[in-house]
C-alpha cells in the first residue's frame, strides 16, 4: 500500500466514524455527516492525483 493509499484508507476510515457518531448525538447530525463528506472527497482526490495541490481556499 502506498502513501496516498494508505491515506484514502484513513480518510475514509474517518467518514465511516463520524456516521457512526450520528447515531450517538443527533444534535449534531448534520455536521458529522459534513465531516464525513469532506473526508470522502478528500479522499477521492488523493487517490485520483496523489502529488495534485490543494485548491485555493475561499478569501486567499
Known amino acids: 500500500m502506498n502513501h496516498a493509499q494508505m491515506a484514502a484508507s484513513l480518510l475514509r ?3 465511516d466514524f463520524f456516521r457512526s457518531m ?3 448525538d443527533r444534535a449534531i447530525e ?3 455527516e459534513a465531516n464525513a ?3 470522502e472527497t478528500i ?3 488523493v487517490e485520483s492525483d496523489p502529488s495534485g495541490q490543494a485548491p485555493r481556499l475561499q478569501g486567499d
Open 37 to 39: 463528506q469532506a473526508c
Open 43 to 45: 479522499a477521492d482526490r
Open 13 to 15: 476510515g474517518a467518514a
Open 30 to 32: 448534520r455536521e458529522l
Open 22 to 24: 450520528k447515531s450517538v
